[in-house]
C-alpha cells in the first residue's frame, strides 16, 4: 500500500513540527540561559565587553553570595513573599465568596454585576497609574506593604471571580438543591459543599496570581521606594550604580527572583493542569 496524498501531508507536516520545536524552545529559553550564563561571569567580563563570550572565570559562589549576604536581597524577598501571600489569599477568598454568589443566586442584577467584573479586566492598568498612587498617598498607604496588598487584592479579584464563576457554574446544581431540601444553611453549602468541590480550580488561580503579583514590576515602582516595602522584582535595580549597572548581580538576583514561583508551579502541578483542564472533556 503507498501512502495516500492526506497521508504524506500529515507526515510531513508532523516532520515540520519535530524541526521548529526545539527551535521555538530554544528561543523560549534564550533569554533565561543568558540570564544564568550573566550571573557567573565576573565583573570585568563586563567591563571588556565579553557578554555572550564564556565566562573568563566562573564566580556562581562570589555573585550569589554577594546578592545574599552583601545586599538587601533577602529583605526584598522577604517582601514579596508578605505582599504576595495575603494578595493570594484575599483574591481568592473574596472571589469564592463572589464567584459563589454570582454563580448560585439568581437575582436581578447578577448579570450586571457580573458584567462589571468582566470589563474591568479590559481597563489599561497604566491609565490608573497617576490615580492610583495619588489615593495611596491620600490614605497613608504609599510605600507600605499594606496597601501594595489591598491594591492587588482589588484589582485581582475581577478576573479571579471571573474565573470562579464560570468554574461553579458548571458544577451539578443538584448538590446544592439536595442540601437546601436537608435544611443546609447557605453559608454550610458554601463550605462543605461548594468548596471542597473547588480545590482543582482554587490552585489553579493560587498558582496564577502567585506568578501574576510576584512578578509585578510596574505597581511596585509606582507605589513603593526603598527596602523597607519594596518586593524583588523591583529591589533588583538596586545593583545598578550610579554610572555603571552590576550585570553579574542583577542576573543572579534575577535568578533567585525567579525561582518561588517555578517552586510554586511544581508543587502544585498536579492541582494546576486538573484545575485548568476540568471540564474540558465531558
Request: charged share 10%; proline share 6%.
Amino acid at each position: 500500500m503507498f501512502p495516500t496524498p492526506i497521508e504524506k501531508q500529515s507526515a510531513g507536516a508532523q516532520a515540520a513540527y519535530k524541526t521548529l520545536l526545539p527551535v521555538a524552545l530554544l528561543m523560549w529559553l534564550a533569554p533565561l540561559l543568558a540570564v544564568a550564563l550573566f550571573s557567573i561571569k565576573p565583573d570585568t567580563d563586563f567591563t571588556n565587553g565579553n557578554y555572550w563570550g564564556l565566562p573568563s572565570s566562573f564566580e556562581f559562589a562570589h555573585n550569589y553570595g554577594q546578592v545574599f549576604f552583601n545586599s538587601d536581597m533577602p529583605r526584598y524577598l522577604l517582601n514579596s513573599f508578605l505582599i504576595t501571600v495575603p494578595t493570594v489569599i484575599g483574591a481568592v477568598a473574596l472571589s469564592a465568596m463572589g464567584g459563589f454568589a454570582l454563580g448560585i443566586y439568581k437575582f436581578r442584577a447578577n448579570l450586571w454585576i457580573f458584567f462589571m467584573f468582566v470589563a474591568g479586566n479590559f481597563v489599561p492598568f497604566q491609565i490608573l497609574m497617576v490615580p492610583v498612587r495619588d489615593l495611596t498617598l491620600g490614605l497613608g498607604l504609599y510605600n507600605t506593604k499594606t496597601g501594595l496588598v489591598l491594591f492587588h487584592i482589588a484589582f485581582q479579584t475581577g478576573f479571579c471571580t471571573l474565573f470562579m464563576r464560570n468554574f461553579i457554574r458548571s458544577l451539578p446544581y443538584e448538590l446544592i438543591e439536595a442540601a437546601r431540601v436537608e435544611g443546609v444553611a447557605e453559608w454550610r453549602i458554601f463550605w462543605y459543599v461548594v468548596l471542597p468541590l473547588m480545590k482543582p480550580a482554587l490552585a489553579a488561580l493560587s498558582v496564577l496570581i502567585f506568578t501574576f503579583i510576584w512578578n509585578d514590576y510596574f505597581w511596585a515602582v509606582v507605589l513603593t521606594q526603598g527596602p523597607e516595602s519594596q518586593p524583588v522584582t523591583a529591589g533588583i535595580t538596586s545593583f545598578n550604580a550610579q554610572f555603571r549597572a552590576a550585570y553579574h548581580l542583577m542576573s543572579a538576583g534575577s535568578i533567585v527572583a525567579a525561582l518561588p514561583p517555578v517552586a510554586m508551579f511544581f508543587l502544585m502541578q498536579k492541582h494546576f493542569i486538573a484545575g485548568l483542564t476540568l471540564g474540558a472533556v465531558k
